[in-house]
C-alpha cells in the first residue's frame, strides 16, 4: 500500500472522528477502510452512558460500507485514527467484525506508541473465528 493512500484514508478517519459523539470519554476516534473497488467508508464512535452499547469506529465503517453497497467487495486497507494522540490500535470486537470483510493481506494503519503503525491484517488477528466455507 503506497504512502499516499495510506495518507488519504489517515485524513477520511481524522474527519469522521471530529464528528465522534464521545461526552463520557472524550476519546474521538474515527476509521476509514477502502475495498477492492476503491470504495471509502468511514465511521466514528458513539458512545453510550451504558458503556456497553458504545460502538467503536471500526465497526460503524463496517455498518455503513454494508448500508451503502451491502456485503460485497474486500477491504484492502483500514486506517484508524483518534484525536488524542494515543495509541489505538482496533480493539478485539472490531478485529473479529472486520475478519468478515477484510482481505489477507489488508493494511491496518493506526496510532501506534511511538507513531503511526503499519501492520497486516492478519498479524493483528491471527487467529480470526471463521466458519467453514465463510
Do not use: W
Not at 460500507?65 to 485514527?81: D, F, H, L, Y
Not at 470486537?93 to 511511538?114: I, K, T, W, Y
Amino acid at each position: 500500500m503506497d504512502s499516499a493512500t495510506i495518507n488519504r484514508l489517515q485524513e477520511a478517519a481524522r474527519q469522521a472522528a471530529a464528528h465522534a459523539y464521545a461526552p463520557y470519554s472524550k476519546f474521538r476516534v474515527g476509521a476509514a477502510l477502502l475495498f477492492d473497488d476503491g470504495f471509502v467508508a468511514v465511521g466514528c464512535n458513539v458512545e453510550n452512558l451504558s458503556y456497553g452499547l458504545t460502538m467503536c469506529a471500526e465497526r460503524n465503517a463496517v455498518s455503513n460500507a454494508v448500508t451503502q453497497r451491502g456485503a460485497s467487495g474486500k477491504i484492502v486497507a483500514v486506517a484508524v485514527t483518534n484525536l488524542n494522540a494515543a495509541a489505538s490500535p482496533p480493539c478485539g470486537g472490531c478485529r473479529q467484525v472486520l475478519s468478515e470483510f477484510v482481505s489477507d493481506d489488508a493494511v491496518v494503519s493506526f496510532p501506534g506508541d511511538n507513531g503511526l503503525e503499519l501492520r497486516p491484517f492478519r498479524e493483528l488477528f491471527p487467529f480470526a473465528f471463521h466458519l467453514e466455507g465463510h
